[in-house]
T-cell receptor
Framework: KAGVTQTPRYLIKTRGQQVTLSCSPI?????VSWYQQTPGQGLQFLFE???????NKGNFPGRFSGRQFSNSRSEMNVSTLELGDSALYLCASSEGGGETQYFGPGTRLLVL | DAKTTQPTSMDCAEGRAANLPCNHSTISGNEYVYWYRQIHSQGPQYIIH???NNETNEMASLIITEDRKSSTLILPHATLRDTAVYYCIGATQGGSEKLVFGKGMKLTVNP
């Protein structure tokens, strides 16, 4: 099976803009989780979607949002970008019943 | 989720076994121990997980103590490509979609 794919791989934005990142899970996986990784805070859980519904949410401001489509593909959106949003954004998929998560390569976002 | 403690870093010689320790200070009976690794700037890679029995797969072996307070990940023949940050994570099976990553441990395999 193909692994988790994320697009784009690299992105440069300026403060105040918004950005949308995309994640395609492993075929048959229904859960998609998103994480943010920064040098200062490490890997932090953003949110998880299962069957088009947000099932879990981390401690991030409302500027961070996501959605999941009927084919399990997911997008996350960050509005009003801040310099501190520069990070590696990772998505992971699992079958959805608490099984192992498999991560994609990530999208590296730089906010100038 | 359980809080885990790992050394900050460890070195290993290429070809030798790498034994990576992890203490689970508050692990409960239904929490699995997951191991992931992250090679620089890539997404974390799943290695192995277990509940109380020792586990082995094509990548590694996982030894969990009887009291489940600690575990050891064993890479039997470390190669330079095993240089990475290794994360030991405790998670319930129903909560494994929101993994709580600590700082992990940097393993450096030296030639």
């Amino acid at each position: 099976k193909a692994g988790v794919t994320q697009t784009p791989r690299y992105l440069i934005k300026t403060r105040g803009q918004q950005v949308t990142l995309s994640c395609s899970p492993i075929s048959g996986h229904r859960s998609v989780s998103w994480y943010q990784q920064t040098p200062g805070q490490g890997l932090q859980f953003l949110f998880e979607y299962f069957s088009e519904t947000q099932r879990n949410k981390g401690n991030f401001p409302g500027r961070f949002s996501g959605r999941q489509f009927s084919n399990s593909r997911s997008e996350m959106n960050v509005s009003t970008l801040e310099l501190g949003d520069s990070a590696l954004y990772l998505c992971a998929s699992s079958e959805g019943g608490g099984e192992t998560q498999y991560f994609g390569p990530g999208t590296r976002l730089l906010v100038l | 989720d359980a809080k885990t403690t790992q050394p900050t870093s460890m070195d290993c010689a290429e070809g030798r076994a790498a034994n990576l320790p992890c203490n689970h200070s508050t692990i409960s009976g239904n929490e699995y121990v997951y191991w992931y690794r992250q090679i620089h700037s890539q997404g974390p890679q799943y290695i192995i997980h277990g509940l109380k029995n020792n586990e082995t797969n094509e990548m590694a072996s996982l030894i969990i103590t009887e009291d489940r307070k600690s575990s050891t990940l064993i890479l039997p023949h470390a190669t330079l490509r095993d240089t990475a940050v290794y994360y030991c994570i405790g998670a319930t099976q129903g909560g494994s979609e929101k993994l709580v990553f600590g700082k992990g441990m940097k393993l450096t395999v030296n030639p």
